[in-house]
């Protein structure tokens, strides 16, 4: 006799069910709920309809960060996606000592964000490094303000990004690069195409998933920086809190015992919105593309 | 069956959801003005009762352990369980502890911590519960927690400091000062930096921190509307202070970096030898001593500019304590004028007992530059006073920083900034 039990799928899969709703499900319709009320750490939690969206939406700072966010990704996409290309490029040839390069160009991504943006924060003080031997050789007469001045801190932060993300997306090209197949180069080297040619059109479409996969992991992470811009501005977003993120936002309007919950959390729905954006976009290409 | 089963799951997943966030009740209890108790607590002092300080282990164990022993021993029915945490992240220990529902009976807590637990109604009103408070602590430590809206005080004041102004008299000298005349007025600060910046050659700063709602307040601006419920700070005479700190800063008399630095970068900086002036507490040259051991001899203290800043701690008793007699006696105890004097003789805090006030240990200097600050602290204290508003929180600090770093850099005017941290604040404290 065959005993039908219902239930059973529902068992095997329970404990990856409970995590999911737990860790994932619950937060984020919490986050929903909460953006519609006055929350507090303590307290509040009254129901105040699109107060929190409407005040979002005539938040000027709010428009400065997203603003932030936009550049940082805009100048952030192009340069990860092409420069760890041309590093994976340079690092796959089988030269004596190619390995020490590759582990170099890997190191930054081991370091942690939060010491990296430490140390060029240093670096970029009114008494650090570069400045001192700008100063010292003449090239300047002054320090140049990296960390005090609204575009040189974002460029310091996004090239922090930059630098440290450069190795990352190199090992992933690396992989995709092992898959693109060595006959179809050799074939096109025999129908008389250059290396500029080959990387046009073989590399090039042989890497484009990964490529894909690259700008959305870069445009995501972009649009969610914190560390480095919080780290090199101390936690003060610049003068007039101009260089700060979204995230930065989030966090300043969450924290500590009068922590305004009800408003970050409609913040963190808004940053939501525009993360998926350029996700839907970038989907949309390939499939255009392909 | 199965859909009956579906529908329940949904159900409680949805009242779970609503209770979770906060609509199911709860709310903010500001508005009642006696959160506190409505008569004097009396009872037998026996049973167990909890205590919870910051970060007085290992350093302060022996002291501690040695007032809670004294406890038990005159009240032998009392069971005292003492916790001590960590410096860092204590205020969500606190805020975890409370909306757990678990504070601790006795609790070390700053105004501005109290505050929002006070709003909640967590916290006992002492000042009703115990009328002998006012009779032996000094007016400055219970008026820190007594709250507008809320009557009566929710704190045992503690210990108090202030801050005092450290000079480097070695740069003060080499720079054509004299340390023995440091400024006592922003004037002469100004006027000091610019001496300081052209015979240094811009290598080396006498002001090196951005100003904030205490220095504000000195300028004799009013802070906060007398209900608490408005901020008033986008005054002439605030806009007219930040416009003296724009030019100083445009003149090269700041460092660049003041702008995003925080309170902590100045006397890293004055630390370092790079900046000849630092404002920090009473004990500050004892822990230079450790740090910079060579600076420490060289630094000369005088009274802070301005009313000097009260910092204050208190003990304060959860409303929900089940054992409301032993919890008073044990806040009373620790905070008794013999345990706080005990306490200052070990560090350099001062009593917030009146009993302390004629205590030469604290009004006679020993003669070291150490010994100078602890006086000019001590005396500083008659006049001190808390001028950041413990409504303050941690979105409007940050605000407000950053107005006032961006109408120094001249970003924006003075009034601008202003009435736009003004404008935030207050958008903060209504919601």
Request: aromatic share 10%.
């Amino acid at each position: 006799m065959t005993h039908r039990r219902w239930f059973a799928p529902w068992l095997l899969i329970a404990p990856a069910l409970v995590w999911l709703l737990v860790f994932t499900v619950w937060p984020s319709v919490n986050t929903v709920i909460l953006s519609f009320t006055n929350a507090r750490p303590l307290g509040g939690g009254r129901f105040v309809g699109l107060e929190n969206f409407h005040r979002a939406l005539n938040d000027g700072q709010l428009a400065e960060a997203l603003l932030n966010s936009v550049i940082y990704m805009l100048v952030c996409l192009p340069l990860l996606t092409l420069l760890p290309l041309l590093m994976a490029l340079l690092v796959q040839k089988r030269l004596p000592g190619i390995t020490f390069f590759r582990t170099a160009f890997y190191t930054p991504v081991v370091a942690s964000a939060v010491v990296v943006a430490l140390i060029w924060g240093w670096v970029l003080d009114d008494r650090g490094l570069v400045n001192g031997l700008a100063q010292r050789f003449a090239l300047l007469s002054g320090p140049l303000p990296f960390l005090t001045d609204r575009w040189l801190l974002l460029l310091s932060a996004i090239g922090l990004t930059v630098w440290k993300g450069l190795g990352y997306y190199m090992v992933i090209y690396l992989s995709a690069l092992g898959n693109v197949g060595r006959e179809l180069h050799e074939a096109a080297a025999v129908d008389g195409a250059g290396s500029f040619r080959r990387f046009l059109h073989v590399t090039l479409p042989g890497v484009r998933n990964t490529m894909l996969l690259v700008s959305v992991l870069i445009s995501v992470s972009a649009l969610r920086v914190f560390s480095e811009l919080y780290i090199l501005s101390d936690g003060t977003g610049g003068p007039g809190g101009r260089d700060m993120s979204v995230v930065m936002l989030i966090q300043m309007y969450s924290r500590g015992f009068t922590g305004h919950l009800g408003y970050a959390s409609a913040l963190s729905l808004l940053l939501f919105v525009v993360t998926v954006g350029p996700l839907l976009l970038l989907l949309r290409l390939d499939r255009k593309a392909a | 069956m199965r859909k009956y089963w579906t529908r329940l799951a949904v159900a409680a997943a949805v009242a779970t959801t609503v209770a979770g966030c906060g609509l199911a009740g709860g709310g903010d209890t500001s508005s009642q003005s006696g959160a506190g108790a409505s008569a004097a607590v009396t009872g037998e002092i026996k049973g167990k009762v909890s205590l919870q300080t910051w970060a007085l282990k290992p350093k302060f164990t022996a002291y501690m352990q040695g007032v809670i022993d004294s406890f038990q021993r005159k009240y032998p029915g009392v069971q005292v369980t003492w916790l001590d945490q960590p410096g860092d992240g204590y205020s969500d220990k606190v805020l975890s502890q409370a909306a757990g529902g678990s504070l601790p009976d006795v609790v070390n807590l700053p105004p501005d911590f109290a505050l929002p637990l006070v709003k909640q109604g967590m916290l006992l009103d002492v000042a009703t519960a115990d009328p002998a408070l006012t009779q032996d602590y000094v007016s400055g430590g219970t008026d820190a927690y007594r709250f507008p809206g809320h009557s009566g005080a929710y704190g045992y004041p503690w210990y108090l400091n202030t801050d005092v102004d450290y000079w480097n008299a070695d740069l003060l000298t080499k720079y054509g000062l004299d340390p023995g005349k440091p400024p006592a007025t922003l004037d002469e600060l100004i006027a000091q930096a610019k001496v300081f910046k052209e015979k240094s050659g811009g290598q080396v700063y006498l002001m090196s921190r951005k100003p904030g709602l205490g220095d504000l307040a000195n300028a004799g601006v009013k802070i906060m509307s007398e209900d608490g419920r408005s901020f008033t700070f986008n005054t002439p005479q605030a806009a007219a202070l930040l416009d003296r700190y724009r030019d100083a800063y445009r003149q090269g008399l700041l460092p660049k970096d003041v702008l995003t630095d925080k309170y902590a970068g100045n006397a890293k900086l004055f630390n370092a030898g790079t900046v000849a002036w630092t404002t920090a507490g009473g004990n500050y040259i004892t822990t230079l001593a450790t740090d910079n051991p060579t600076l420490a001899p060289k630094v000369v203290p005088s009274p802070a500019m301005g009313t000097p800043p009260l910092y204050v701690q208190g003990l304060s008793v959860a409303k929900s304590s089940k054992n409301l007699p032993a919890s008073l006696a044990l806040a009373r105890w620790v905070t008794n004028a013999e345990n706080q004097a005990a306490f200052a003789h070990l560090t350099s805090i001062f009593p917030s007992t009146k009993a302390s006030a004629n205590d030469p240990f604290f009004s006679k200097s020993d003669g070291t530059n150490a010994g100078s600050a602890k006086v000019i602290a001590f005396n500083s204290l008659a006049t001190a006073a808390i001028l950041q508003p413990v409504q303050v929180d941690g979105a409007m600090s940050d605000i407000v920083n950053q107005q006032i770093a961006l109408a120094i850099s001249g970003g924006a005017s003075s009034n601008k900034a202003l009435d736009d941290a003004v404008a935030r604040c207050n958008q903060l404290l209504k919601n």
